[in-house]
């Protein structure tokens, strides 16, 4: 007999962030994974893990024994002394989830494949179909407003702010990317919003 259908329920105003879970597969450390994911897809694993063996847990284990300081090594390939992000920085601990809300749904219907019970994918088995719309109230209603810096600087690099250099740039071409990456990581938050705005439009 399969067991009772869920439906996972959330608030609009609750916003799906990246989380760092830890899911276990018996009592010894060597059988504990990590792994980053939006907190939406939380109750996907839990049914697929099983609740007891998963876990949300404290994101700044990542960055144990991190260093901000460049190894002599590296010196070579980094001329710029470019800062070295913490691990749960460049995992987007924290970012807000945007974009395709039907795109997410079936990415999870394909990374979690079907529910071994029941003749339906793991995600519609806990969300119901996309059509209902739990599935997309689970992701919240967000804006720019609501992400991170580090989120908001990412988006601004990927709508093209930051000059392109190559092998044959100029040491001025070199220079000007050099003072537009330090200015768009010291940039005050209200600015970067701003920025973000007039580059990505209308957050949907």
Do not use: C
Not at 146 to 163: E, F, K, N, S
Not at 179 to 204: C, I, S
């Amino acid at each position: 007999m399969a067991p009772p259908r869920k439906t996972a329920t959330a608030d609009d105003k609750v916003l799906s962030r990246r989380i760092l879970v830890v899911i276990s597969h018996g009592k010894d450390a060597m059988s504990k994974i990590s792994k980053v994911i939006w907190h939406h897809e939380f109750p996907v694993l839990e049914e697929v893990h099983g609740k007891d063996n998963i876990k949300i847990t404290d994101p700044s284990t990542m960055d144990e024994g991190y260093s901000a300081r460049i190894s002599p090594t590296l010196l070579p390939y980094n001329k710029n002394q470019d800062r070295i992000k913490p691990p749960s920085e460049v995992a987007g601990i924290g970012n807000v989830f945007y974009g395709s809300a039907e795109t997410e749904f079936e990415r999870l219907a394909v990374a979690y494949g079907m529910h071994p019970e029941v003749k339906v994918p793991v995600v519609e088995y806990v969300y119901g179909r996309f059509n209902e719309g739990k599935f997309e109230r689970a992701l919240g209603l967000s804006g720019f407003e609501d992400m991170p810096d580090a989120q908001l600087r990412g988006i601004v690099t990927d709508y093209g702010y930051l000059p392109q250099i190559g092998r044959d740039s100029t040491p001025e071409e070199r220079r000007a990317a050099g003072e537009a990456y330090a200015k768009l990581n010291t940039m005050p938050r209200d600015e970067l919003l701003k920025l973000t705005e007039e580059l990505a439009g209308e957050f949907a």
